[in-house]
């Protein structure tokens, strides 16, 4: 699919089709990195998402 970069305000942008969206499972927070030639658009993951429920499950699991 191809598009075109555009003036938004101040900055610069596209728009995203929400066929597009919807097919990449995208919403809400995402994240971007951008290398030459390239920018990644991934789900924002939280890096401590589950880091109490495995603690809880070490701390039980060492016990007795």
């Known amino acids: ?27 809400g927070d995402v994240e971007l990195r951008a290398e030459p030639g390239r920018i990644e658009i991934s789900k924002n993951m939280k890096p401590r998402r589950g880091w109490a429920e495995a603690a809880r499950l ?7």
């Open 1 to 27: 699919m191809k598009t075109q970069i555009i003036r938004l305000g101040k900055s610069q942008g596209i728009y995203l089709p929400q066929t597009l969206l919807k097919k990449a499972q995208l919403r």
């Open 58 to 64: 070490m701390r039980a699991g060492s016990k007795g």
